[in-house]
């Protein structure tokens, strides 16, 4: 049975003995709170998903800026999502659209990466190259990212125009809609280049392996990809996806920001949404057997026009 748990105006949803959600009525809320979007959550575990919700939302409760949050475990059939259809920036987490673009139309000819492509491929994601992104941007072409855009489903997802890759449109259905592609065997991706992709994903320098991966268990393999970028309206943008997998846990998780007022202001908004994730669905890892991310978190500035 799957149980699903959703904020609601003077109204919080409990999970009965019976497996029922029940309405409870709760205090008034404040006129502003009722039309903000709410995180919703749901799960084939008993409780799970009311302990997501209002975790989550705690997390976010003194948070400035724009936040969008996807999260997804296979093995319990847990999603939890806010915000999932607002747009933003991408920064340098479009890198694993423009890999995974490049091994979709390498397997459409049956061909093996170049050691060329191969290299850049590694500096893009294990060291958010933005030389590197351009140069592989600009072999394959809008055309075809849009095409491999299609044919993942990743319908809400603009590539970003005049060679600005950093700024192309992305939203947490869609990220989280990849790392599911990427994490579990279809007919888009081939089985070798999922595990290229994870490879190089969980090969990321320490610097840049912030983000969703705070909190994450040692029983998990962290695969991560981040991002950031700064511009003159809304801010600087901060982004982290992120996939575990290990100790009878299969799940991913999809952070997207803007307006925050630095990227560490974002990086920490991020960090406390994972810790709680992370808590929540592996409750029984120690404090001392969690990653902590560096205190120092890197990324590759992105470029973009003036103004």
Known sequence: M?????????MLP????????????????PASAATAPQVSCTSGTAG?????????????????????????????????TLRATTAYDSASVVKVTVLATLLWDAKKTNRYLTSREANLATAMIT???????????????????KGFLAAAGMTQT???????????RINVTDEQRLLSLITARNNV?????????????????????????????????VHVKNGWLQRATRGWRVHSVGTFNGGGHDYTITVLTDGNSTMNYGVTTIQAVAKVIHRDLVPTATAASRYTPTTT?????VAVPQG
Not at 158 to 168: D, H
């Open 158 to 168: 603009v590539p970003g125009s005049g060679g600005y890759w950093g700024l192309t």
């Open 14 to 29: 409990v999970v009965a003995a019976a497996g029922m959600l029940v309405p409870v009525v709760a205090g008034a809320t």
């Open 127 to 145: 060291k958010s190259d933005n030389a590197s992104t351009t140069a592989l941007w600009n072999q394959l072409g809008v055309t075809k990212v």
């Open 48 to 80: 799970l998903a009311a302990k997501l919700q209002r975790d989550i939302t705690a997390a976010l409760a003194t948070r400035a800026g724009t936040v969008a949050v996807g999260l997804r475990d296979r093995t319990t059939n847990t999603t939890c």
């Open 189 to 221: 991706l081939s089985d070798n280049s999922r595990a290229y992709i994870l490879k190089l994903m969980g090969n990321v320098i320490t610097s840049q392996r912030w983000g969703t991966p705070a909190g994450a268990p040692s029983s998990v393999s």
């Open 297 to 301: 978190p890197m990324e590759a500035y």
């Open 2 to 10: 799957t149980h699903r748990i959703s904020l609601r105006a003077r």
